[in-house]
């Protein structure tokens, strides 16, 4: 059977032939793209038509940084990610609690640390909400947690308790443990969770693939298959759903480097890479180099400022030291494994570079697809390594904007100077480093368009939660605005590149897999808002996999 979409707006991401009207499909593949009148000559009489009426066809989308199985579990748990203030997170957590009275632990997570003063809860209020069970809730961005009294006690967290390396107990001016557990801290409770089973974890994936359909999302790039920070690990389930035919998504895993151990993991991550699947494989290893900046654990080259702008001691934290870093880097990459980096500060940025270059150096010259995650804060002497290390910036650009955890929690710890190089996307790319795009789902929405919206513009998107902050509609650091095909260009060809299958999809060409997505807009009009995209059609090698 061949389809042809007609009569539209087709941005095929090729640089030999960027725009085209119309596009043939047939047996799984592309057959044809060009005008209408080209593709009906290419094609003859086809079997369905598609009138896209204006619209835009793109390539299939891809997150490159994502953890939608966690994403799907939080959300069908104590979802506490619309809350707007610490009363609706209470309110969240006392109404799930009573409507499960059954459940041994209350779990979930998803809340915003601008929902408290100083960004961070107190577990007294949540002791009066739930007194009678533990509960553990990790903050949207995955590197916090907050806690109760029942989950304290059964971790054995008292006054007394040493911070764990690579982890922060919150404490009260007199010590006491205040309820918030930052980093490998989070898992003195995590390991006592009860674990998810592989049909909770297969409900969720299946939950989260359709999620992510609506958005014409077809391929991702799992940022930690392996147990962190109270989830747990999925590579059996992904397994299993790629066997049995549930999983439709192209995925690549990123095996989880657990920071506690050393080298001697090695073994094991060959071990679990095993083969690849149909649609699953498991050939990249993600290394977490530092924290967060808002919990001062992010890993910096000049040290934090205190609230009075002077000057402290504080660097944040190296999860992995740079010489074992760089070891293990080029053993990773000497056994063939891709290495997806989480860096947020300067200073990881910077050790992440250097441990690929060594690699490099010590591996020989050949094609790699390493790539470094979040790049919050990059020193201008390393602007121009990635390209010349052929690393791949990885890039939430939804985070880019002025809003309430940024300008409160964030600038001041940085200074004005630092803070005015956050995110510098346009510098990345104008010195010819890759792009590849992704949410970090669930520490930010799935939504990739409202991530292009941002990463265009460096405003809130319509709609967003945080508008009604004061300066959200002023663009933050304007200068590191990208073009909606630049944006576009990660989300396709550049995550792609990254999950190692541009050989068959990220551009839309004959012979290339149909993996495309249909938009409910033409894309490219002018004062077209991009925030608020959907698709009204997704297809994976041809076939539908969602459709309005």
């Known amino acids: 059977m061949t389809l042809v979409l007609h009569g539209g707006r087709v941005w095929t991401g090729d640089p030999r032939r960027p725009y085209a009207t119309a596009v043939a499909v047939a047996g799984g593949r592309i057959t044809a793209v060009g005008t209408d009148a080209e593709v009906r000559r290419a094609v003859g009489r086809p079997s ?182 109270g989830a747990g690990d999925t590579l059996a389930a992904y397994r299993r759903a790629d066997a049995e035919g549930l999983l439709k998504a192209r995925v690549t895993g990123a095996l989880w480097w657990d920071r506690d151990r050393g080298l001697e993991q090695l073994d094991d991550l060959v071990a679990r890479r095993g083969e690849p699947g149909l649609r699953f494989r498991a050939s990249a290893v993600k290394v977490m180099q530092d924290g967060v900046l808002e919990n001062g654990t992010g890993a910096l080259l000049e040290p934090y400022l205190d609230s009075c702008g002077c000057t402290t001691g504080n660097l944040g934290h190296s999860n992995v030291p740079a010489a074992l870093l760089a070891e293990a880097v080029t053993r990773l990459d000497a056994d063939g494994f891709q290495v997806h980096f989480h860096a947020i500060g300067d200073r990881a940025v910077r050790e992440c570079l250097d441990a690929v270059e060594a690699a490099a150096g010590a591996n020989g010259t050949r094609e790699r697809r390493h790539h470094i995650a979040h790049v919050q804060l990059v020193d201008d002497a390393d602007i121009g390594r990635f390209a010349e290390l052929g690393v791949t910036a990885n890039v939430q650009s939804l985070w880019a904007t002025h809003h309430q955890q940024t300008d409160e929690l964030t600038n001041p710890l940085l200074g004005e100077g630092r803070a005015g190089r956050q995110y510098p996307f346009r510098r990345l790319l104008h010195s010819g480093a890759r792009l590849a795009g992704g949410s970090d789902w669930p520490v930010t929405t799935a939504d990739p368009w409202q991530a292009m919206h941002v990463a265009v513009h460096r405003t809130e998107p319509p709609g967003s939660a945080h508008t009604g902050w004061p300066g959200a509609d002023r663009p933050f650091v304007p200068h590191e ?18 999950n190692g299958n541009d050989d068959e999809v990220g551009l839309l060409r004959e012979d290339m897999a149909a993996d495309l997505s249909v938009l409910d807009r033409d894309l490219f009009a002018p004062d077209t808002e991009v925030a608020g995209t959907r698709a009204v059609l997704t297809l994976v090698a041809g076939e539908p996999v969602h459709a309005d």
């Open 481 to 498: 605005r990208l073009e909606l095909t630049d944006i576009l260009r990660a989300y396709t060809a550049g995550s792609a590149w990254v």
């Open 48 to 229: 369905e038509t598609f009138d896209l009426v204006g619209r835009t066809v793109v390539p299939g989308l891809q997150d490159a940084h994502i953890h939608p199985v966690w994403g799907a579990l939080e959300a069908l748990r104590c979802d506490l990610t619309g809350a707007a203030d610490a009363e609706s997170c209470l309110t969240a957590v006392r109404e799930y609690a009573a409507a499960h009275p059954g459940r041994p632990w209350i779990l979930g997570g998803g809340w915003s640390m601008d929902c408290f003063p100083r960004g961070w809860p107190t577990r007294e209020p949540l002791d009066a909400v739930v007194p009678d069970r533990p509960v553990f809730l990790p903050n949207a961005d995955h590197h916090s947690a907050w806690v109760n009294s029942a989950a304290m006690e059964r971790a054995g967290i008292d006054r007394a308790s040493p911070d764990p390396p690579a982890g922060r107990i919150e404490r009260d001016a007199a010590g006491r443990p205040t309820g918030v557990l930052h980093e490998s801290a989070m898992d003195l409770v995590a390991r006592l969770l009860p674990p998810d089973t592989i049909e909770d974890q297969l409900a969720a994936l299946g939950h989260a693939q359709a999620h992510l359909f609506r958005y014409g999302v077809t391929g991702w790039q799992d940022a930690i298959v392996g147990t962190y920070g």
